[in-house]
């Protein structure tokens, strides 16, 4: 397991993801918005020739949506096949957390998160969470299998 | 090709040609199959099998699997036998020669497996040579050169033919003898090389691939002998073939040829098949894949270009000299495209070549009995679109056979010939569609039986009759069948013509006489040709050969049906679908009109003028206001794979040149999707 991760700003909270997988980190100025798909995909960015679904954490977690700023990124994401961006309000940080640090969180609050928040961790001052990729995107349904 | 010399590489490329040719002459047995038993000659099919095992020997001999080499040559005996009797195989032939290409077939399975090779079966190579007997083996006659018995016995009749009339005429004859090595072949000297220099100086008779102990000078093991006419110096020979001028060796006439040896014209048909060869580069599709995804980058550029220029020429700067030239570069691109999308066809008629064998088992395991004619021309397809179309085409043959087919004894009865026929047949309808119809002379789709399954009312259309076919999991025969009662059904075909492919599905059948399933198929689907517009604010393209009309619309001017939406009886699903009751008028025809706007949750302009795109399913047309047309271009669609962003209506993205993805849409799927929606039948 690598140590590294990417420390991820939504809303007041700081949530972390491996940085083994995380492919980039992109400032974000809007996406191609896609009707029908589920509200939360933000839309499609191109991001060095490949396009890319976004998500956004925001809406993920049950909070408004709102218009990008300077801050803004998308946290580009290899899930076993899939690459997926995650909108979140900042990205700058990269640390060092050890696996032992992670601690499972409180048995309530993965029920309320629907196993989104896979650990926490305290660093300093600050409580990290650490993201499920997989739960957050959802599991790949293809059409009619 | 250049780097790593091994024998492994040669076992791919071995097992992807062997595959071919073991294909090819599966169908041309089997075609043969009715006139070998009629006792009729088939000299085509003769000298085509003869050819597919000729190479399959070599190739096998080449990289060293002695059992399918043994095989081969029994079955290739046998053929030449054949083939000096006019094209007549004896009696019998066919299933030990279709049994000896199943043994081959294994064998370059478990090649492929990298499994060891079992020797060839003696009950299997007995028969083949029992085959001989019949046909009554005239032998062949003692060598007439001093050429090695080993290389003697490799040439054909007018190969052999050629040496001696050479070797008469006063030309001198050699063996040249060339090693493949990996320092050779890193420096561009290859067999193809070699043949191509040693054309170049001399009349080459044979290129007989040789398996060798493996020796320093020949560390694959292989070896090329050449047997050459020439009146070239040993000097300048030995240098063409990468050798020393001492290593040649000549060959002398012994004693006069008999002139009957060279009755056979197998020789010259290989010979130019040997030399047509050396024409061909085998391509993984990858590379071509890679080719087409440079050159879409390619095509983004040149958009970007277009982009500059007009912002060039708005600001008032002189660009008619930068115009021509983007223009100039705009029409290479097209031919670069044009010429890539060549390399990547495929023969309909190569793609199909599995299927007689397919209809021939299935016939076999039903008992009917059942006749194959394919009509495919020289169309070609697009190596994607083909490998995906494939599936579809062989289940409606299995279809064909297994549902539409009555046996013999009910053919019999209802006065029809008791062999059903099959066909599948197809052409280009215009540069960038495929038509391909498969049809039979069977019982003919019963719509009341079809009805009764789907547990629906009796559809009064054919494309109604489709619709119930294609419903997942339906299957009018009440057994499961061995052969297409595997729960995959007409819902597949559809899907991968339709929804994949984009393509179109149609049905005619006549009851008791027969059924016509056609498919119209675009030739390539990376690249299309697109109408870009706005709608919403936002723009989409959309393929041109989906769209059948543009034209202006007023929408204060269409007619209006009552709206369900605001209706007090209205279900609360029903408030938020859009308003589609509106219609214009087009040829006398009612056409329903559709703000793409609301569908698609956008802001509407504020103008009631619009451009309307009218497309077509399942016959009937649909016309989608958009705020304005912006033009006509090529694009790139890449498919959206994502279950995230899969949704109706959407078949990929293109880049447009502003870094952006543009959404390509499928309107008619989009008008579909409301049509299903608002019979209630859950899509």
Redesign the interface.
Known sequence: MNDLHVLCRVAESNYVVSAADVLQMESFAGATKVPGAASEVAGLVQIRGRVVPVVDLRVIFGLPAIEPTMDSRVVVASIGERTVGLLVDSAREVLKIPAAEFQPPPSVVAQQTEGMVKAVAQVGTRLLMLVDLAKVIGGEQRDGE | MSDGFEAADFIVGFIAEAEEHLASANANLLSAEEAVAKGQPTPRQVRDLFRSLHTVKGLAAMVGVEPIVDIAHAMEAVLRDADRAAGRLPPGSVEPLLAGIRAIEQGVRALAKKKPVIAAPQTLLNGLADLRQVAGDQGVSSAATSLPAELWGKLSAAEREQLVQGLEAGQRALVVQFLPTPERAAAGVNITSVRERMASVSEIVKVVPQSVPATADAPAGLAFALVVLSAASDTVIAEAAATKPEELMPVRLEIPASPEEADSGLGDELIDDELGRSGFVRVEVKRLDDALEKLS?LVVTQFRLGRVVVALRESGADVRALAQVVGENGRQLRDLRAAIMRARMVSVAELLERVPLIVRGLSRVTGKAARLEVATGHAELDKAVAERIFPAIVHLVRNAVDHALETPEERRAAGKPEVGLVSVACFERSNNQLELTVSDDGRGVDAAAVAARAGAPVPATPEALLDLLAR?GLSTKTEVTKTSGRGVGM?VVR?IAVDELRGELSLATTPGQGTTFTLHIPLSITIVDAFSFVCGG?TFVVPVSTVEEIREIDLTKTVRGPDRRKSSRAEPDRRRAPRASDMIERRGQAVPVLALDD????PAPDTSLRKAIIVRRNGEPFAFAVDRMLGQQEVVV?P?E?????????SG?T?LGD?????VLDLAALGDSLFVASRGVPS
Request: proline content about 7%; overall charge neutral.
């Open positions: 980058a997942p819902d899907r936002e569908l698609l949750g956008l890449r959206l994502d279950a995230l962003v899969r949704v109706t209506g959407v993205t880049d870094g952006r993805p543009t959404l």
